[in-house]
């Protein structure tokens, strides 16, 4: 960050930006700890689902991504609301919708109900990471955002490390209990915290520095004068499919697209490939789910400062798309020894949350700045397709191959070309400057 004359009442850009991320940061994280739960704690609860509802693994996984198709339509709609309301009314009201919305799943009975009610979930939450995206971005200079998205998206790792082994205590402390299935106890009590978050939301966030009750004068003078014009107004007269005319943005697309079967295709089944390798014993599962987690956190932290010292961006995305790709196929290749497996499995997991921490920080140098909020928009929505390609060809694949682990395949392969077209979108040729 370059040096700022200031007097003793400012404090430096370090103690500055810090106090803001104390405020900000762990609420967020809770929220989308919560928020990422939602979409992934149904992975906990799959045989019994699978029992219960009467169907297959295919399904399931089709379940699973149609929550992408919900996500991917209310994108646009979802920004609409963005701009009319802010983004604390915005993040506020996509919370309790989506902790409404998990409630309805204690009443389904069909495989029907279960894909309708995973579609509108998506339609639910489709605003939210956009929302907090722009949030970040009204609050930090670009010389943070790395590490300032990274400590956000730590949620991933959190809902997993945290959510694994709470899901599979409510599985197993909740079954039966007044004749309701263990699945919907889970999903009916961890979509309560959601609803209280919302509310949290509407009372301690504000919808910018500008109106930061809590910051006082010369303070919030010192934020607004350090942050570059695009982090204070975002508005873009530009054609919605303008962005669409350049490589660049349909090259991220493609990225996109890989990040997110990686990181769906892998969170979704982990606990079940788990339980392929490791095989641990009833009320264990959770703990073992916990570890790959715990591992991601640690690795998208390192990732991301590294990123940031050493002002690269290409190879911390590519490494880790190929750290996928290797550990996956040796996930495969060595099975039947379980704990050498799991440590594979686990830097696999570790290395596709470090592409998802990485994907959009690579945008402002590539994207021409009159398309950066619209290419965005498309990256975000047309890439978010893989969330339902990598669940669903999971599961496809294990039910046509007859192998409990096949479906690695489709997620190595995708890992791969992630990395191809990082390094070539990212290569001098056709970067440009934001």
């Given at each position: 960050m370059p040096p700022h004359a200031q007097d003793d009442s400012v404090p430096s850009d370090h103690t500055l930006f810090r106090v803001a991320v104390r405020r900000i940061i762990p609420l967020l994280v809770v929220c989308y700890m919560f928020s990422y739960l939602d979409r992934i704690n149904?992975?906990?609860?799959?045989a019994a689902m699978e029992q219960d509802l009467h169907f297959s693994d295919a399904t399931f996984g089709l379940g699973a991504g149609l929550f992408f198709v919900g996500y991917?339509?209310?994108?646009?709609?979802?920004?609409?609301?963005?701009?009319?309301?802010?983004?604390?009314?915005?993040?506020?009201?996509?919370?309790?919708?989506?902790?409404?919305?998990?409630?309805?799943?204690?009443?389904?009975?069909?495989?029907?109900?279960?894909?309708?009610?995973?579609v509108l979930l998506g339609a639910a939450e489709a605003g939210f990471y956009p929302a907090v995206l722009y949030y970040l971005a009204l609050w930090f200079p670009d010389s943070i955002r790395a590490r300032v998205t990274t400590g956000f998206l730590i949620a991933i790792p959190l809902s997993g490390a945290i959510g694994g082994p709470v899901s599979t205590y409510l599985l197993g402390a909740f079954d039966q209990v007044l004749s309701v299935p263990a699945w919907k106890w889970m999903i009916l009590i961890e979509a309560i915290p959601p609803l209280l978050l919302g509310l949290t939301v509407l009372k301690r966030l504000d919808d910018g520095p500008a109106s930061a009750s809590w910051l006082d004068a010369p303070t919030k003078q010192a934020i607004l004068t350090r942050l570059p014009?695009?982090?204070?107004?975002?508005?873009?007269?530009?054609?919605?499919?303008?962005?669409?005319?350049?490589?660049e943005v349909l090259l991220l697309v493609v990225i996109c697209f890989c990040q997110a079967v990686c990181n769906y295709g892998i969170v979704f089944w982990v606990p079940t490939f788990i339980e392929q390798v490791i095989a641990p014993a009833p009320g264990q599962l959770g703990f073992y789910t916990a570890i790959p987690f715990a591992v991601a956190a640690v690795?998208?932290?390192?990732?991301?400062?590294?990123s940031d010292r050493h002002n690269?961006?290409?190879w911390h995305l590519t490494g880790p798309f190929l750290t996928v790709a290797l550990c996956l196929v040796l996930t495969f290749l060595l099975q039947s020894h379980g704990a050498i497996a799991l440590v594979f499995l686990t830097i696999a997991l570790a290395a596709a949350?470090?592409?998802?921490?990485?994907?959009?920080?690579?945008?402002?140098?590539?994207l021409e700045k009159r398309t950066l909020a619209t290419g965005l928009a498309w990256i975000n929505s047309?890439?978010?397709?893989?969330?339902l390609v990598g669940p669903y060809g999971i599961g496809w694949m294990r039910e046509h191959l007859h192998s409990p682990l096949s479906?690695?395949?489709?997620?190595?392969?995708?890992?791969?070309?992630g990395a191809i077209t990082t390094v070539y979108t990212l290569s001098p040729p056709v970067r440009r400057t934001a």
């Open positions: 149904l992975s906990f609860a799959r991917i339509v209310f994108q646009v709609p979802s920004a609409l609301l963005l701009e009319k309301f802010g983004p604390r009314r915005t993040i506020a009201t996509i919370m309790i919708a989506w902790s409404l919305i998990s409630f309805l799943f204690v009443i389904i009975s069909t495989a029907w109900e279960f894909c309708a009610l995973r014009p695009q982090n204070i107004s975002t508005n873009d007269t530009t054609s919605v499919f303008a962005a669409l005319k350049q490589p690795a998208m932290v390192l990732n991301a400062r590294s690269e961006r290409c949350l470090c592409v998802t921490a990485m994907i959009f920080t690579v945008t402002p140098h590539v047309l890439g978010a397709i893989g969330g479906g690695v395949f489709l997620v190595a392969a995708c890992a791969t070309l």
